[in-house]
């Protein structure tokens, strides 16, 4: 099974931009869509964002469509979320996860995140 660690947060001010990364371990990452996943404490976790295997079609919750932008490098089994006016909503622990399909949910093991924090 894929093995993803997430890397990149920080502390962000708002409407300023920030670029996480989701390194994969195993050879299967190019087989599949992957999403971006955020959670807030005493909050369910939510989606974000989607990419297909082949980075050709994308998906984005409402909240980020615009200002968030998802890619992946299969070359480096590597997934991007290049994040532009933040705003302190979107400070949250954020998640990468493999997907079996290009739409909200995920199918793979959770790694540890990356915490962004946008001050105001």
């Known amino acids: 099974q894929e093995q993803l660690v997430e890397a990149g947060g920080g502390l962000v001010q708002a409407g300023g931009s920030h670029l996480l990364s989701c390194a994969a371990s195993?050879?299967?990452?190019?087989?599949?869509?992957m999403g971006w996943f955020r959670q807030i404490p005493g909050k369910e976790r939510e989606f974000v964002a989607s990419i297909s295997w082949d980075g050709v079609n994308t998906y984005y919750s409402a909240s980020v469509e615009g200002r968030f932008t998802i890619s992946r490098d299969n070359n480096k089994s590597t997934l991007y979320l290049q994040m532009d006016k933040l705003k302190p909503e979107d400070t949250a622990v954020y998640y990468c996860?493999?997907?079996?399909?290009?739409?909200?949910?995920?199918?793979?093991?959770w790694g540890l995140g990356t915490q962004v924090t946008v001050s105001s």
């Open positions: 996860n493999m997907q079996g399909s290009l739409d909200k949910t995920a199918s793979g093991s």
């Open positions: 195993g050879p299967a990452f190019s087989s599949y869509a």
